[in-house]
């Protein structure tokens, strides 16, 4: 099937492309790019108006006779055309806690949320820490999910912390990354050995940077004078800053690629940029909740507001978007974290660290970032798509001529109220629940194909 998408604004940051243009998709590529495709004589299907195209007209002649396949047109009058999402950190609970998530569901949920490519996190059960559990996802993914799906290895085995993992052999499986994520390696010596190893298979390194041994017992939320009155026991922002520097250092010698996960304080941000200054090879990312809420919000009876690392304080998100505004921030990505209505039905201190967030980032990002002018829509699409893909060293995140027809389009006009119970994802644990937001995936197309389509559209799209 061959895709003809009209009048989108087109925004790709590998070219500095920012127009209203027709782009058209081929045999799985992005074929041509032009202001007007000319010559075409054709019938459109529309995303607002849900008419649908089949007999696209060249000539005289069907696309289906000159191609050899049926063509369909989108109208994205008013919409965001951009390169497929890209979500570096993404827990999908498969193998082995499949009743949170797995990944038919988290990929599907992905699809809905504009993502195209996903990474998964190793702390599942057992840990991904052999080429061989690494294939079973690959291959799993590749039969089932609508979007690509790309497997993180572990650093450690069983992320025990005690012994490395099958590095070498992961990279050749196709690992994108090694992470240890859910924890930090304590032991900067294995650490550094693993960065090592990863600058020889030139894979990144994606931190969790928390030392265990600053949290208080049964540490839940941020430690200040807010979540003190609620009695809840804290984690202070040094938790976080200590193995950053420690991380960066350790990546300075072992001549690594590092990206630092889930960035949530502003000293991170500051270490960033000093990293950036210096001419290291360090990238950092924010979640959208930790530029949205701050600790002052939290509801104590209310363990969706319980994630790792915490919401932290006013002064802190400001230096989040900052960090975004000023590009010290590479990436947003969602740490979409799944888990089960029981499992969150508890006291703050014994829930579940984590919340979803692949079917809410792009609303929050267009009503938290764009609509306030802390980013603009090129920078939106260099954060979710252009730049992750550079962190891995892909050759997606681009709308480019020959590239993979990966296309995600978004109407940064639709307003609509964050409903959990829509949630193609198995979690439902958001925080965001009935908020009204502004920004809505019309469509996503992976590799030439439609993995999602809006359910107004799709209800007339045959």
């Keep these: 099937m061959n895709i003809l998408i009209k009048n989108g604004r087109v925004i790709d940051p590998a070219t500095k492309t920012d127009k209203i243009s027709d782009l058209y998709i081929e045999a799985g590529k992005i074929k041509e790019i032009k202001e007007i495709l000319k010559g075409l004589n054709y019938e459109v299907f529309s995303l607002n108006d849900m008419n649908i195209n089949i007999d696209v007209e060249e000539d005289g002649k069907t696309f289906e006779e000159n191609s050899q396949k049926q063509d369909k047109v989108i109208d994205a009058k008013g919409c965001y055309v951009m390169p497929g999402l890209i979500d570096l950190h993404v827990h999908l609970r498969d193998p082995g806690l499949t009743y949170k998530e797995d990944i ?59 012994e490395l993992a099958e590095i070498k052999e992961m990279a050749d499986a196709g690992i994108p990354a090694i992470s240890e994520d859910g924890k930090s390696v304590m032991n900067a010596g294995l650490y550094k050995e693993a960065m090592k190893i990863a600058a020889e298979c030139n894979i990144p390194v994606f931190a969790h940077c928390e030392d265990k041994s600053l949290i208080e017992a049964k540490g839940c939320v941020n430690s200040d004078e807010y979540t003190k009155e609620l009695g809840l026991p804290g984690i202070s922002n040094a938790v976080e800053d200590v193995i950053v520097a420690r991380d960066i250092l350790l990546a300075k010698e072992a001549g690594a690629k590092l990206h630092l996960c889930h960035c949530s304080t502003k000293d991170s941000v500051e270490m960033i940029r000093l990293a950036k200054e210096e001419g290291l090879d360090v990238t950092g990312e924010v979640c959208p909740h930790h530029f949205t809420l701050t600790s002052d919000e939290i509801d104590k009876d209310d363990s969706n507001y319980k994630m790792n690392p915490p919401l932290r304080t006013k002064e802190d998100k400001e230096a989040l978007l900052e960090g975004l505004k000023n590009d010290i921030i590479d990436v947003i990505s969602t740490d979409h974290a ?125």
């Design 338 to 462: 799944p888990h089960s209505r029981d499992e969150k039905n508890q006291p703050m201190e014994d829930a579940p660290f984590g919340i979803v967030g692949l079917e809410t980032s792009v609303a929050l990002t267009i009503t938290e970032l764009v609509e306030k002018g802390i980013i603009t829509p090129m920078q939106m699409a260099e954060k979710m798509s252009y730049n992750p893909a550079q962190v891995i060293h892909s050759n997606k995140g681009t709308l480019k001529v020959g590239a993979p027809a990966d296309v995600t389009i978004i109407d940064p006009e639709k307003e609509y109220v964050i409903d959990s119970m829509t949630f193609l994802s198995r979690g439902k644990n958001t925080p965001f629940n009935g908020w009204k937001v502004k920004g809505m995936v019309k469509a996503t197309i992976c590799d030439g194909k439609i993995a999602y389509m809006n359910q107004e559209a799709a209800k007339n799209f045959k």
């Design 104 to 162: 038919v569901s988290g990929s599907k949920a992905a699809a809905k949320g504009g993502f195209t490519t996903i990474l998964a996190m190793p702390n599942t059960k057992p840990v991904i820490d052999c080429a061989d559990r690494v294939k079973y996802v690959h291959n799993k993914a590749k039969e089932m999910a609508p979007i690509h799906v790309l497997q993180i290895g572990a650093v450690t085995k069983g992320q025990a912390g005690e």
